[in-house]
């Protein structure tokens, strides 16, 4: 089983993303997903998108709040960036 610490989010690491070439103009970056990176690299809250989240407890809490819940907790992540229930979806 997990233990405490590894139920929790990850902690913020400095440098640990990096952009690299995948393929000719396609860049992926290495590292946690955070507010910064969803914002520099998805789209917008619009009518027609979806966030996909999964992982483990810690990280639901840092994106939108806990998996149980439909609601996507304000402060969160995506609450920051504008995303709602309608466009996220935790599985």
Do not use: M
Request: glycine fraction near 10%; include cysteine.
């Amino acid at each position: 089983s997990f233990t405490h610490e590894q139920n929790q989010a990850p902690p913020e690491a400095p440098g640990l993303h990096r952009l690299r070439a995948w393929r000719p103009n396609v860049y992926t970056e290495n590292g946690w997903v955070s507010e910064e990176v969803i914002a520099k690299h998805a789209y917008g809250p619009a009518h027609d998108s979806k966030v996909f989240v999964c992982g483990l407890p810690g990280v639901y809490e840092k994106l939108c709040g806990g998996r149980q819940t439909k609601e996507v907790v304000p402060g969160s992540a995506l609450a920051n960036l504008g995303y709602s229930e309608r466009h996220v979806i935790k599985f």
